[in-house]
């Protein structure tokens, strides 16, 4: 029998009174696969706050392609609604091009749509009228499959435009920050999305990410040394005891010794199964206190100055 396969979804679309063309899927508290909601049958008030309260709702593969085409319509309608609102759309399409670039690392489209969000992102976040903070808003209401990478995108972005990066830099900084874990796409997923610590096997599973996604880019034509070092070296510290060359200091190249702080930052920050969110000043703390000698510390300054 054909086992089913489940994609994460926004749930952003669902709404008080809205009925979809595919079904609705949840995780159990026991991990089972559950459908919460019919095609057809409409999302009552109660059901909302259901959906609001989860952390990831699903739609089967065979049904993946309804969703897509409803995805489309509902960004394109946001567009015209709140064109005062441009970074929840950035975000939006941001999050579905992620979707479709783990489900399928190698496919050269889904990689050149990547490139036009990064070029989107920085549209928004040069934008005059744009504040960190409506994204962070964003990003710890709705935490799901890959809004991490689009996280940690944001605030590379950010801070590489407040470093005063040139546009064509910024734009390498991006990619490799949109692209920085795609290598988890070929980690099993179940030690991905494992709740808790994980066995010295499985971390060790976890630790290939890095190289598989640098090999990954290499697949998709990159050749840029900036983004290739980015994604291959994110895991490094800066007292050497990284992963996976054991790199020290300045060894570690400019691009990973952003996407580092970016990406701690983020998963302190970021609401996940396990663990609750941290402000943005415990986060700061924590990492000033206690990580001085993993990440680039003048770094991480540069990222409290932007935060002011
Ligand atoms: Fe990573």
């Known amino acids: 029998m054909k086992s089913t396969k489940y994609l994460a979804i926004d749930k952003s679309i669902i709404t008080e009174g809205i009925s979809l063309e595919f079904n609705i899927f949840m995780l159990s508290s026991d991990k089972e696969m559950n459908c919460f ?6 999302f009552t008030h109660d059901d909302k706050v259901i959906v609001d309260s989860a952390d990831v709702v699903y739609v089967e593969e065979d049904q993946h392609n309804e969703y897509e085409i409803f995805y489309e319509n509902f960004s394109e309608e946001l567009k015209d609604i709140k064109l005062d609102h441009k970074p929840a759309v950035t975000y939006k399409h941001a999050s579905n091009v992620l979707n479709k670039l783990f489900a399928n690392p190698e496919a050269l489209g889904n990689y050149e749509s990547s ?3 990064v070029n989107e992102m920085i549209d928004t976040i ?12 964003i ?11 689009i996280n940690v995108s944001i ?18 900084l991006g990619e490799a920050a949109l692209l920085h874990d795609l290598g988890k ?38 050749n840029n040394k900036n983004i290739l070092d980015g994604i291959r070296y994110h895991h490094e510290k800066m007292d050497g005891t990284g992963y996976p060359s054991r790199l020290k200091d300045h060894d570690i190249p400019l691009f990973a010794r952003i996407i580092a702080v970016c990406d701690i930052f983020d998963a302190l920050t970021s609401r996940r199964t396990y663990k609750g969110a941290m402000s943005t000043f415990e986060a700061i703390k924590l990492m000033k206190l206690e990580m001085n000698n993993h990440v680039d510390v003048k770094l991480l300054n540069k990222m409290i100055m932007m935060f002011r």
């Open 139 to 149: 990003a710890t209401h709705d935490y799901y499959t890959h809004t991490h990478s």
């Open 155 to 172: 605030y590379a972005l950010s801070l590489g435009a407040y470093m005063k990066m040139q546009p064509e830099t910024l734009s390498e």
């Open 115 to 117: 490139k036009e969000i």
């Open 126 to 137: 040069l934008d005059d009228d744009f504040t960190i903070k409506s994204l962070m808003d």
């Open 37 to 42: 909601k019919e095609n057809g049958i409409c």
């Open 185 to 222: 796409s070929k980690v099993d997923s179940a030690i991905i999305t494992k709740d808790g610590a994980l066995t010295d096997r499985e971390f060790h599973e976890v630790k290939k990410h890095s190289d598989i996604g640098y090999k990954l880019g290499l697949t998709l034509g990159i």
